[in-house]
Nanobody
């Protein structure tokens, strides 16, 4: 099982990034997928979730209206489009797959928002 995140970078406030998470080794289409983030000295927090068929999404209040989660089950990939980035969005972003209590994590990708 592998989840490999990519797309993290240094970006100025107000900028945009798209994170990708490529999955392998499990039946991707059956799993709900989420993005979490962890800033230095803080606990890991849930950012966004998309259901297995992509019919439902949910977001943390802090990113609602700025971030969009999506998935391509044919490409075994989940995305996080991040717009209007703020310095407080700086964190390591992790991809998570979960089904009936069984979960997998990626290694994370660093997003830094700074001028």
């Amino acid at each position: 099982v592998q989840l490999v995140e990519s797309g993290g970078a240094l970006v100025q406030p107000g900028g945009s990034l798209r994170l990708s998470c490529a999955a392998s080794g499990f039946t991707f289409r059956r799993y709900d997928m989420s993005w979490y983030r962890q800033a230095p000295g803080k606990e890991r927090e849930l950012v966004a979730t998309i259901t297995s068929a992509g019919g439902s999404t949910s977001y943390a209040d802090s990113v609602q209206g700025r971030f969009t989660i999506s998935r391509d089950n044919a490409k075994l990939t989940v995305y996080l489009q991040m717009n209007s980035l703020k310095p407080e969005d700086t964190a390591v972003y992790y991809c998570n797959a979960i089904l009936r209590g069984i979960g997998y994590w990626g290694q994370g990708t660093q997003v830094t928002v700074s001028s």
